[in-house]
């Protein structure tokens, strides 16, 4: 990244930071986060790297606190990619409404590896709010180059790849207003909530998915 870019990239990034911190959403005591995800399809436990991506993280936690994720979607499934989440009800199937989108901190040095978790975007730079997903294998596509932005990696999983793995492995196609990678069957997210690092116990239950309908596709591999 050349020096005015890096030089911007840490102003803005100071400045954001310090309305989030302003908001009471960043605290210094979260370095080491860990978010405990529980699905129907098992639990997953998310270690958020407030210390390396804090504009990211302050705001994947707001919405954790807030419950906004209770009741979503994980409504992306890529095989050898991606699953993503956070986005859509699991009753009315619809985007739910958010808060202010995030700067791009793709440049934080944490790299899209098998496991890590990101915040999705669309094509505009900035325009990540609450959807995230979880990388299935290595994805150096998604990393900034000097050229173009990336997607923002703000933690990692540390407990449930497992899980993760077998999401990751759902029949997909085309349902409603998605022309494809929605899960046939509904895989849904009924709490995420912050614990004590170490202190997570997680389950695979033997229930499977539900039935599907719509979604909309934020993440690209591009």
Known sequence: MPSQCRTRFATLTALALGVLLAQGAARADEP????KVTTNMGEFVIEVRSERAPLTAANFLRY??????????????????????????????????????????????????RGAVGLA??????????????????????DPVATRWGYAVFGKIVQGMDVIDRIGEVPTGAVGEF????????VII?????????????????????????????LSPK
């Open 179 to 186: 022309t494809k990678d929605a899960p046939l069957k509904l």
């Open 190 to 218: 009924q709490k995420m909530e912050i614990i004590t690092p170490g202190t997570a116990t997680v389950q695979t239950p033997i229930v499977t998915p539900v039935a599907t309908p719509s979604h909309d596709t934020i």
């Open 64 to 113: 954790v606190r807030e419950g906004f994720y209770s009741g979503t979607l994980i409504h992306r499934v890529v095989p050898n990619f991606v699953i993503q989440a956070g986005g859509h009800d699991a009753t009315t199937m619809k985007l739910k409404p958010t808060r202010e989108n995030i700067f791009n901190e793709s440049g934080d040095g944490l790299q899209n590896k």
């Open 32 to 35: 080491t986060t860990q978010v």
């Open 121 to 142: 975007r669309g094509d505009a730079p900035h325009s990540g709010n609450a959807q995230f997903y979880v990388n299935l294998v290595d994805n150096p596509d998604l």
